[in-house]
């Protein structure tokens, strides 16, 4: 929650696309995205597959007029990993600075 523009937050289990834990604004369509985002992380791997020449999925970045969703992928320490799942409001950030903030406070997330 710590990065300007955050709507809400939530940890999220890759295998089960269930919420683990969330912070913040949760609207209607929170817990549909969060679950797809899940999908889409498991989609992308397979897709990718282990060990490819550009490495492992970090992040899945969806961006709308009014949205950004970045997903950033944790330790698979459990299962499949889980997932940093963040909403924030477009209007208030830069999108890039947003991602590179949220990927440094995810290791932090696991702490």
């Known amino acids: 929650m710590a990065v300007d523009g955050v709507r809400s937050a939530a940890l999220v289990d890759i295998a089960t696309g269930m919420v683990?834990?969330?912070?913040?604004e949760e609207g209607t369509d929170?817990?549909?995205a969060a679950a797809a985002l899940a999908d889409e992380t498991r989609v992308a791997r397979a897709a990718l597959g282990p060990g490819?020449?550009?490495g492992d999925?970090?992040?899945i970045s969806v961006i709308t007029a009014g949205r950004v969703h970045l997903s950033r992928i944790l330790g698979p320490r459990l299962g499949?990993?889980?997932l940093l799942?963040?909403?924030v409001d477009r209007t208030r950030v830069n999108i890039a600075l947003a991602s590179l903030q949220v990927g440094q406070l995810a290791p932090a997330v696991l702490a």
């Not at 683990?20 to 913040?24: E, K, L, N, Q, T």
């Open 57 to 59: 999925l970090e992040e």
């Open 52 to 54: 490819r020449p550009g």
């Open 80 to 82: 499949e990993g889980l």
């Open 30 to 32: 929170f817990l549909t």
């Open 20 to 24: 683990v834990r969330s912070d913040g």
């Open 85 to 87: 799942f963040v909403d």
